[in-house]
């Protein structure tokens, strides 16, 4: 009698966790998770893009450079994270990946004109996922 007992109780248990335990510990990780990416996106910044003529012994070429926002002086001069580079003619260098990031950073600097920038346009998206934010923790907070 005691084993039939001890399985019917270990069976509701089990019930009761498998249908109302354990779905909202999975909804609550799927929530936190969602919110994570949505705050990295929020967060990646402002971003364009910048090109500039580069010119070496007797050869030019296109520089066009993807930059990242990082600050804003009075002047208007924006301070830039180099995100990748290229130039548009192969031939005129050949570095590439982390060398041509650094050479840009050299020939450049860390401060570009404000209006020489070519800005994203990611204001739409960006209020999209504020949007989805709000609505995802208030949404969160009624089914806890």
């Not at 249908?19 to 994570?36: C, D, G, M, N, T």
């Not at 209006?115 to 209020?127: F, K, L, S």
Request: charged share 25%; aromatic share 10%.
């Amino acid at each position: 009698m005691a084993i039939f007992l001890t399985f019917i109780l270990a069976a509701a248990l089990g019930y009761i966790y498998g249908h109302y335990i354990r779905p909202k510990q999975l909804l609550r990780s799927a929530i936190q998770e969602v919110r994570q990416k949505c705050v990295a996106v929020l967060e990646g910044g402002h971003k364009g893009l910048y090109r500039t003529i580069i010119t070496d012994n007797n050869q030019s070429s296109e520089l066009v450079v993807e930059v990242k926002e990082l600050a804003v002086t009075k002047t208007g001069q924006v301070k830039v994270q180099y995100l990748s580079a290229y130039y548009k003619n192969p031939e005129f260098r050949t570095k590439k990946g982390d060398a041509l990031l650094k050479e840009v950073q050299d020939l450049l600097g860390d401060y570009l004109p404000q209006d020489a920038i070519e800005w994203y346009e990611n204001n739409h998206r960006q209020e999209n996922i504020k949007q989805y934010l709000n609505d995802l923790t208030i949404t969160h907070y009624n089914l806890l």
